[in-house]
């Protein structure tokens, strides 16, 4: 395993900068929020770690980047900057989602509610949820999982025509696996950052993707008719558990946070490192490093102290002063599914301590 591990100096100059004009905005920041944000260049600082690497297939081993300070992405003329008039940050469903159980309604409510947590003072709008078929997109079984696929680039082609003009940008989820080009096996996801959309899979979240009882594959079939949408019809999606849940929100925070102009992190373990594999992805933590979240917060405006309580609130929702009815859903599987948040919750927690001191 491998530590990247940064002086203080240079912690300190990628959190603050040494130009006079950011540092002045630094200085008038809340002093409780220096006090967390801080935390960046502390090095015994329990609240933001190193990266670690644990194999040569990890991303920054595999995927050499320029790193991104707060001075290159406040000064960054390219990026797409929320106003008055484009604040709404828009999610399309697209396919079905989840057993029968968890609706498609529930789990999209609890999606828009953590990212209106994380991206705080602006408003997340859900789309109403539209059929493969609608969005007229090419799909094929994949050679090698036996899986059904959509081709990304079709998808963001529908998104372009479906972005309200109150959008700040409109993303694009399924549970039905992604591919670029021929060419290639498959795609977590892909954006335009210009235009201001993505699309993005949680297919290969569901924990029993990658082994031989996963319900979704299908039998070999050479080649699928290219109007012939049926075969999505009734297709596998899988059960919404707690760890789908927290990688979803994961996975939806860092794509839209590309969006914003945030760069893969390389400074300390945070949401926006980049993801090679599910191993890593998992390693990630729910929330920013204090540089990416002085990024965030230049961008949007909010105090972090709120930000960090909304987080909390999303955690705790329906959690407190349960009934005995309550309990009963809660075993249904109807309330939200946060037991997989436990370490993120106790993290929090801490921040909140460091903020109301």
């Given amino acids: 395993m491998k530590v990247i591990k940064h002086s203080e100096q240079i912690l300190k100059t990628a959190l603050i900068s040494k130009n006079t004009q950011l540092v002045k905005l630094y200085e008038n920041l809340e002093s409780r929020e220096k006090c967390l944000l801080n935390e960046a260049f502390q090095p015994d600082s329990v609240l933001f770690r190193p990266i670690t690497l644990h194999s040569e297939s990890d991303w920054i081993s595999s995927h050499p980047e320029p790193t991104q300070d707060f001075e290159q992405f406040y000064n960054?003329?390219?990026?797409?900057?929320?106003?008055?008039?484009?604040?709404?940050?828009?999610?399309?469903?697209?396919?079905?989602?989840?057993?029968?159980?968890?609706?498609?309604?529930?789990?999209?409510?609890?999606?828009?509610?953590?990212?209106?947590?994380?991206?705080?003072?602006?408003?997340?709008?859900?789309?109403?949820?539209?059929?493969?078929?609608?969005?007229?997109?090419?799909?094929?079984?994949?050679?090698?999982?036996?899986?059904?696929?959509?081709?990304?680039?079709?998808l963001l082609k529908y998104l372009k025509k479906k972005k309200p003009e109150d959008a700040f940008c409109i993303v694009?989820?399924?549970?039905?696996?992604?591919?670029?080009?021929?060419?290639?096996?498959?795609?977590?996801?892909?954006?335009?950052?210009?235009?201001?959309?993505?699309?993005?899979s949680f297919a290969r979240y569901d924990s029993d993707f990658y082994s031989a009882s996963y319900k979704g594959r299908l039998k070999r079939v050479k080649k699928l008719p290219s109007a012939d949408y049926s075969v999505f019809d009734g297709y596998y999606t899988p059960v919404i558990s707690s760890l789908l849940l927290l990688r979803s929100c994961k996975t939806l925070t860092h794509e839209i946070g590309h969006i914003f102009g945030l760069h893969h992190c390389q400074w300390l373990q945070c949401v926006m490192q980049g993801s090679n594999h599910l191993e890593e992805s998992d390693r990630r933590p729910l929330d920013l490093c204090p540089i990416c979240l002085r990024k965030l917060q230049s961008a949007i405006g909010f105090h972090i102290v709120e930000r960090y309580q909304a987080l909390l609130g999303w955690m705790d929702e329906d959690r407190s002063g349960m009934d005995a009815e309550l309990r009963n859903e809660a075993t249904m599987g109807l309330l939200k599914p946060v037991e997989a948040f436990k370490e993120c919750r106790e993290w929090v927690l801490k921040c909140l301590d460091v903020l109301q001191k």
């Fill in 172 to 200: 694009g989820i399924t549970m039905i696996d992604l591919y670029p080009r021929e060419s290639w096996n498959f795609v977590f996801g892909q954006a335009s950052l210009t235009e201001g959309m993505g699309i993005f």
């Fill in 76 to 154: 960054d003329p390219y990026r797409s900057r929320p106003t008055s008039q484009k604040s709404a940050i828009y999610v399309q469903p697209i396919g079905s989602f989840g057993d029968t159980k968890v609706s498609t309604e529930d789990y999209m409510k609890w999606l828009k509610d953590y990212c209106e947590a994380f991206y705080y003072g602006l408003s997340v709008k859900i789309l109403e949820p539209v059929p493969v078929s609608h969005t007229s997109c090419a799909f094929r079984v994949n050679e090698y999982t036996c899986n059904l696929q959509i081709h990304a680039g079709d």
